[in-house]
């Protein structure tokens, strides 16, 4: 479906602890992105990536980290999981920094 | 850094009536803006996008228009269905030109 899948789709953590979003792509695209979606605040840009091993920050990246060790997976981890955190997560791949995005469907995160 | 400011934040129109929406952008290096659908639940999708080089383009119903010196770009959607019901998203390229950056949305109801 699309390429492009994210993992888990739904997850509730607690206040404190780590928690790892995954993106999985198999489109073979270089660029691999991390949005947050908060009703009122549109899509923010969190990380992003351009290659294996190479990423940058975003918008509103306090809080997160992320990883690409291969081309098709990107990591992103909640360090320690606050409320304000609690959000949907869209992962987006693009073949180049000018293309179209192709979106994940999404992981939807409460932390309690 | 780079602002992309979107409005009306909510638009309701008779099906059949045409529907526009505008954005404005601040940083005058960006050259790439797209333009983004998302249905409820959904993840956003790519509908239309516009380079720097071109004044207007138009895929069946909906069209986008780029004005650069006054840094605005608006989506014109005619004929109006129900389907086209959603939150509608436009983007331009960060003050790197590595990642987009979205506007927070328009809210788009299109009543029969």
């Known amino acids: 479906d699309a390429g492009i899948t994210q993992s888990p789709r739904h997850k509730v953590t607690e206040t404190g602890t780590p928690v790892t979003l995954r993106c999985h792509q198999t489109?073979?695209?270089?660029?691999m992105y991390w949005y947050r979606q908060d009703p009122g605040h549109g899509l923010r840009l969190i990380h992003y990536s351009y290659g294996v091993k190479d990423t940058d920050k975003g918008e509103v990246s306090d809080g997160y980290s992320v990883s690409r060790s291969k081309t098709e997976d990107f990591l992103l981890t909640l360090e320690s999981a606050t409320s304000s955190q609690t959000s949907v997560y869209f992962c987006?791949?693009?073949?180049?920094?000018?293309?179209?995005?192709?979106f994940g469907s999404g992981t939807r995160l409460t932390v309690v | 850094g780079e602002n992309v400011e979107q409005h009306p934040s909510t638009l309701s129109v008779q099906e059949g009536d045409s529907a526009v929406i505008k954005c404005t952008y601040s940083d005058s290096a960006s050259n790439y803006f797209p333009w983004y659908k998302q249905e409820l639940g959904k993840r956003p999708q790519l509908i239309i996008d516009?380079?720097?080089?071109?004044g207007e383009k138009k895929d069946q119903r909906i069209a986008v228009t780029l004005n650069k010196t006054a840094k605005h770009f608006s989506l014109h959607i005619t004929e109006t269905q129900p389907e086209d019901s959603a939150v509608y998203f436009c983007?331009?390229?960060?003050?790197?030109?590595?990642?987009?950056?979205f506007g927070k949305g328009t809210t788009l109801s299109v009543s029969s």
């Open positions: 983007a331009g390229l960060n003050q790197a030109g590595t990642a987009l950056i």
């Open positions: 987006a791949i693009s073949e180049s920094w000018t293309g179209g995005y192709t």
């Open positions: 516009i380079r720097s080089n071109v």
């Open positions: 489109e073979n695209h270089r660029y």
